[in-house]
């Protein structure tokens, strides 16, 4: 059974940070590159920051600069560190796992940032 959870969002003031965690299990993680997406508009999922298996990463220009992604394979896990947050920040933060054809998604976690 694969599992995607999620963890670290919550409430930050405007210009603060926080730190995503997904913890995978139940695939070799060390293979799939991972993703972070969040809820836009319309319920989509758009796209954040992407880490490849051998660890190349890209962002959205909307996140460039402030958010970086990072993974450790020892632990099967992929983090999000979000830095100078911003009010347009606040949605609910999606960890994806992406190998071939195989996609699997976490259940997601609410980041709300106060202006």
């Known amino acids: 059974q694969v599992q995607l959870v999620e963890s670290g969002g919550g409430l930050v003031q405007a210009g603060g940070s926080l730190r995503l965690s997904c913890v995978v299990s139940g695939i070799i993680f060390r293979n799939y590159a991972m993703g972070w997406y969040r809820r836009a508009p319309g319920d989509q999922r758009e796209w954040v920051a992407s880490i490849t298996s051998g660890g190349s990463r890209k962002y959205a220009d909307s996140v460039e600069g402030r958010f970086s992604i990072y993974r450790s394979n020892a632990d099967n896990t992929v983090y999000l560190q979000m830095n100078s947050l911003k009010h347009e920040d606040t949605t609910v933060y999606y960890c994806?796992?992406?190998?071939?054809?195989?996609?699997?998604w976490g259940q997601g976690t609410q980041v709300t940032v106060s202006s």
């Open positions: 994806r796992a992406a190998q071939g054809g195989r996609v699997y």
